[in-house]
T-cell receptor, first 112, second 117 residues
Framework: QQQVKQSPQSLIVQKGGISIINCAYE??????FPWYQQFPGKGPALLIAIRPDVSEKKEGRFTISFNKSAKQFSLHIMDSQPGDSATYFC???????????FGTGTRLTIIP | DGGITQSPKYLFRKEGQNVTLSCEQNLNHDAMYWYRQDPGQGLRLIYYSQIVNDFQKGDIAEGYSVSREKKESFPLTVTSAQKNPTAFYLC????????????????FGDGTRLSIL
């Protein structure tokens, strides 16, 4: 079954701290792992994505860590800011399939 | 600016009524998607289309219908057969087509919130 399991469901982090969201997948054919950020009343926006040929990808304060053997990947937000408060979704797809399978989302709140 | 436009932003459905949600894109993308978002359940795929005049069912297609007569348009009809239509509906597109390479991002519109009267 194509599933992506995401945790935690909600997360509260102090300003300046590190936010960590985890995802695990089952389908070994998955080869593209994006993270989306969604603000209330808006559609998700692509934040950062990784392919399984690298173990880490960093863009500014956002880093994806990827563990192919464990079939897990995570999003790290360094120096978290109140503006990062949003819902984050991990997703996965494979080359032969255009469809994305999404995790259930993590509601992140950054407090002063 | 290129993007995806969904309309209306809010929609109300009466019992037994079909309603149609609009999705238009000017990104010249071949592939388009419809998702339903419910609290705590993430995004679930309703229908997708990889090319004009062709579309496939997603994971939760029952009670919904689509058409893809033009590349830029992918309307979704929520029929009276959908007994629990209250949700946030999101349309997305990606490059798709024969030029597809690994890792094509999907671009989303800002959604339509459908409620029952």
């Amino acid at each position: 079954q194509q599933q992506v399991k995401q945790s935690p469901q909600s997360l509260i982090v102090q300003k300046g701290g590190i936010s960590i969201i985890n995802c695990a997948y089952e389908n070994t054919a998955f080869d593209y792992f994006p993270w989306y950020q969604q603000f209330p009343g808006k559609g998700p926006a692509l934040l950062i994505a990784i392919r399984p040929d690298v173990s880490e990808k960093k863009e500014g304060r956002f880093t994806i860590s990827f563990n192919k053997s464990a079939k897990q990947f995570s999003l790290h937000i360094m120096d978290s800011q109140p503006g990062d408060s949003a819902t984050y979704f991990c997703a996965a797809s494979d080359f032969g399939n255009e469809k994305l399978t999404f995790g259930t989302g993590t509601r992140l709140t950054i407090i002063p | 600016d290129g993007g995806i436009t969904q309309s209306p932003k809010y929609l109300f459905r009466k019992e037994g009524q079909n309603v149609t949600l609009s999705c238009e894109q000017n990104l010249n993308h071949d592939a388009m998607y419809w998702y339903r978002q419910d609290p705590g359940q993430g995004l679930r795929l309703i229908y997708y289309s990889q090319i004009v005049n062709d579309f496939q069912k997603g994971d939760i297609a029952e009670g919904y219908s689509v058409s893809r007569e033009k590349k830029e348009s992918f309307p979704l009809t929520v029929t009276s057969a959908q007994k629990n239509p209250t949700a946030f509906y999101l349309c997305a597109s990606s490059i798709g087509g024969q030029g597809r390479t690994v890792g094509q991002p999907q671009h989303f519109g800002d959604g339509t919130r459908l409620s029952i009267l």
